[in-house]
């Protein structure tokens, strides 16, 4: 069996020992090995070598006077083993490692040996023992066990990782890494875009795994940037270790809340970037305070960014099937879409025509009265007519990037006033319910096109709302724009249509799949949205509970 490589200072002693204790004791005061010798007859130490003041840090005399200041050195959890080795072998030779804990709370390992003395009688007179400080061997010994367990963690990582069918496999297939078993939740977030430049509007968590069922699940879920403070804490350059969430500056009052009823203490966040595409965010959430070492965070990295490469190809599977699937659907969208069109000029076409042909008619006389109740609808009815048309040439004009939008210094006060008749007319038996602060900043906004968002956001309101319900208009100030949302109090839009209702011609559909309304043509939202974000805002539908929509957009302040 090979000795450890520390072993060859024990012979040298051992055979001064048995030799004659004269050169005992000036081979010990020169070797840097704690060298003791113990009498049996008194049971007390009768010699330990300087070495012992060094490495216990502790002094000879405090030995002399008892050899209870030695046991009390041994680490609690190695003490009862070494004590019990130490009675069983009171008169013979045993070998042991065990650790010392020195006045200053370091932790130090020793590999200790023990040599009966004879006299010459062959009775046991003295017992000898040697001490060597061996913690920079473990320390080697630990490190190199650790890599090699990394290494083969690492090895099975990659296997699983490359037999992954889908995101879920990569993550549960991280779940598996050591530092991190203990995580009571793990997530992937997805941005809407590769965050660059421009910061993306939402995220969504693609998948996700937990331990308990009594937390609420998120997988699927859709947050927006300006709502979900706890995005704010999403970085580039590296990873975000949060060791305490009740005591890092980095966590807001707002995501500190949001946590805890995650039952989240500690959590983890790793940027997931392939091909310079920083594209989403791997987070790991802890129910404890946990503390993590620098090369364990290293190594973590290391697996992540191997995840985060078998992710974006599954992604960029997912797109290419998306695309095909795309156009297929655009095509069956521009079929359907011509039918639409066709529908919507031809159905005020036909009320215009058979009016205009009854006030025609030769053969009757129609009274006042009748005649004004005709004109009044052919009026209506041109006016659809109008706004259609209005409302497609402004998508093309906003599509093609000619549609002239001039931002300047506005109050959002007299943006307000100038289109409140028009929006309270548009309400008609809804009550509408203006709430605007004082004080709010200017912003930097086309005056013309804000009043079309608004006008389009409040007939949309008044149109999927029932009569004698409340519409509200309220803005906020925040720190780089102003805040506008348009609520209602209808049936509210499910999360998986919210972002599709902002498309060109999509319009919400029942269970049975007709559309919720035959209003319109789904144009008015997609060109708020294009409009907002040609001034430098946003657009989205908030996330809340119960019934009701709310859609809200930003506005930049001067000097954005």
């Known amino acids: 069996m090979t000795q450890p490589p520390y072993t ?7 055979q001064a020992l048995q030799e004659s204790e004269e050169l005992f004791r000036p081979l010990a005061e020169n070797l840097n090995l704690v060298l003791w010798m113990k009498d049996l007859a008194t049971d007390r130490i009768v010699y330990i070598s300087p070495a012992y003041e060094a490495i216990w840090n502790r002094t000879r005399e405090s030995l002399y006077e008892s050899s209870q200041s030695f046991v009390d050195a041994i680490h609690p959890e190695d003490r009862e083993r070494i004590l019990a080795a130490m009675t069983a072998h009171k008169q013979g030779g045993f070998s042991e490692e065990y650790r010392i804990v020195t006045p200053d709370g370091s932790v130090r390992w020793m590999s200790a040996r023990t040599f009966p003395i004879h006299e010459s009688d062959g009775q046991v007179a003295r017992i000898a023992g040697f001490a060597l400080d061996i913690t920079q061997h473990k320390k080697v010994e630990e490190t190199l066990r650790s890599v090699l367990a990394r290494t083969q963690e690492r090895y099975l990582l990659s296997r699983r990782i490359g037999a992954a069918r889908a995101a879920e496999d990569v993550l549960y297939a991280l779940r598996s890494v050591t530092t991190f078993s203990d995580a009571q939740r793990a997530a992937i977030w997805l941005f ?5 430049e421009v910061t993306p509007s939402r995220c969504d968590i693609l998948v996700e795994w937990q331990d308990s069922s009594d937390l609420p699940a998120l997988a699927g879920a ?4 300006e709502q979900y403070q706890f995005t704010q804490l999403f970085v580039r350059d590296e990873p975000l270790w949060i060791d305490d969430i009740q005591t890092d500056p980095h966590v807001s009052d707002h995501t500190r809340s949001l946590l805890t009823k995650l039952q989240t203490r500690s959590f983890v966040l790793f940027p997931l970037i392939t091909s310079n595409q920083w594209y989403g965010m791997l987070t ?8 993590l070492r620098p090369e364990d965070f290293s190594y973590f990295e290391k697996v ?3 995840a985060a490469a078998a992710i974006y190809n599954f992604l960029l599977l997912e797109a290419e099937t998306r695309a095909r699937q795309e156009a297929e659907r655009a095509n069956q969208v521009k079929v359907k879409f011509l039918a639409m069109i066709s529908h919507e000029l031809r159905t005020p076409l036909t009320s215009i025509k058979g009016f205009a042909t009854t006030l025609l008619a030769d053969d009757v006389a129609w009274d006042p009265d009748s005649q004004r109740d005709f004109i009044k609808t052919i009026n209506q009815e041109a006016d659809k007519l109008t706004e259609l048309i209005e409302h497609l040439l402004d998508l093309s004009r906003l599509e093609s990037g000619t549609l002239r939008i001039v931002p300047e210094e506005q109050h959002l006060e007299n943006i307000v006033n100038n289109v409140l008749p028009r929006l309270q007319a548009l309400a008609g038996d809804h009550a509408l319910v203006i709430n605007l602060p004082e004080g709010l900043p200017p912003v930097m906004a086309d005056p013309q096109r804000v009043e079309q968002v608004m ?14 319900t409340q519409i509200t208009l309220s803005a906020a100030a925040r720190h780089k724009d102003i805040q506008v949302n348009v609520s209602d109090q209808g049936a509210g839009i499910v999360p998986e249509e919210r972002q599709r209702v902002f498309e060109p011609f999509y319009r919400v559909e029942k269970e049975d799949g007709t559309a919720k309304s035959a209003q319109g043509v789904g144009l008015g939202l997609a060109i708020c949205k294009s409009l907002v974000e040609a001034q430098g805002g946003s657009i989205w539908i908030q996330d809340q509970p119960g019934p009701g929509t709310t859609i809200s957009f930003t506005l930049p302040t001067m000097g954005q």
């Open 8 to 14: 060859a200072p024990y012979r040298q002693a051992e």
């Open 455 to 468: 006008f389009n956001l409040v007939s949309n309101a008044a149109k999927y709302s029932p009569a004698g």
């Open 222 to 225: 859709s947050y927006s940037f």
């Open 304 to 306: 992540v960014n191997q």
């Open 284 to 291: 790991l959430h802890f129910s404890t305070p946990k503390l």
């Open 192 to 196: 809407d875009q590769p965050w660059g």
